[in-house]
């Protein structure tokens, strides 16, 4: 959050500093796209819309690549994918032995 170019130096009072955390992580989860999510905002992986804009960027790439295939490479270009990352992943299940 410091490494943003609108953060302060100071904070003129506490209502200051939550008002202007209130803005930042708006603009992170809503506006700020994560090229570790897939180039998707938090919210959109959040609220499930992934895969409705996943679709509809790969059907722009599929038309921009129809229109000029020699452009790029030799197939038509896949959208960046999210990864995996769990805070908390799940325990692996261990066998019972009787």
Not at 15 to 31: G, L, P, T, V
Not at 35 to 47: E, K, N, R, S
Request: aromatic share 10%; hydrophobic share 30%; net charge positive.
């Amino acid at each position: 959050m410091k490494y943003q170019p609108q953060f302060p130096q100071r904070f003129g009072c506490i209502q200051d500093a939550k008002a202007f955390c209130r803005s930042f992580f708006d603009w992170y989860n809503q506006d700020h796209h994560h090229a570790g999510i897939g180039l998707m905002t938090p919210d959109q992986v959040h609220y499930g819309q992934a895969n409705q804009v996943h679709a509809a960027r790969q059907i722009t790439l599929d038309g921009a690549f129809g229109k000029k295939p020699n452009a790029s490479s030799e197939s038509s270009p896949n959208r960046p994918q999210a990864s995996c990352h769990l805070i908390h992943p799940p325990a692996k299940q261990q066998p019972i032995q009787a």
